[in-house]
């Protein structure tokens, strides 16, 4: 091992991912109707395997060879059933971590040209769609509440290795939640989460 050896393999791994977490892209979607700006959201299919009736925005697993913001363009017009054409990107949000180990990275883009009425959505994957006017979030912060995580090392986790054994105080996580109620809709979340942060940057 020498000085080259360690400048070439860094220089090399400059942009791969961390394996130990799963990577996600979505768009937070924006409509314009009668010159009032809406925020586009899906219930998800009660057939799909992972978070089956919730409400979301397009989005899903990053593939080999994409860019994130490929990602979500890809994941929108499958879902939506649209043309790319009609999605203009406009920018991200930093990417959000869970405890679950997913990272997200969010985009924001308009849909051209489109009324909800005309979405002819994936039916396999999205049970319904509907609109809330971004003047709403603005004028309604969430409702805040937290979860407490606690380590929970495995039955084989090497206790002896650490400096006070057994006795180790593991540092325990606490995030926050988040909840919109719109009409008999309930947005919460990392859905929540990263409507609050879009807002942030709007009030900023």
Avoid: C
């Amino acid at each position: 091992m020498n000085k080259n050896t360690i400048y070439n393999q860094i220089k090399k791994n400059f942009h791969k991912l961390d394996p130990s977490y799963e990577y996600y892209s979505i768009l937070i979607p924006i409509i314009e109707i009668n010159d009032i700006l809406y925020l586009l959201f899906e219930i998800r299919s009660n057939n799909l395997r992972r978070q089956p009736g919730e409400i979301s925005f397009p989005g899903g697993k990053k593939e080999s060879g994409e860019s994130f913001k490929e990602t979500a363009i890809r994941e929108t017009t499958e879902e939506l059933n649209i043309s790319r054409k009609k999605i203009e990107i406009i920018g991200s949000l930093s990417p959000i971590s869970t405890h679950y180990n997913d990272l997200i990275y969010p985009f924001v883009g308009f849909l051209h040209n489109i009324t909800i009425k005309n979405i002819n959505f994936n039916r396999s994957e999205v049970n319904n769609l509907f609109i809330i006017p971004i003047s709403f979030f603005i004028e309604n912060p969430p409702l805040k509440y937290y979860i407490e995580t606690q380590p929970n090392p495995s039955k084989d986790f090497p206790y002896y290795l650490l400096p006070t054994g057994k006795n180790y105080k593991f540092l325990k996580g606490n995030y926050p939640v988040y909840f919109y109620k719109y009409k008999n809709y309930v947005i919460w979340g990392l859905t929540a989460r990263i409507v609050k942060n879009f807002m942030d940057i709007l009030e900023n």
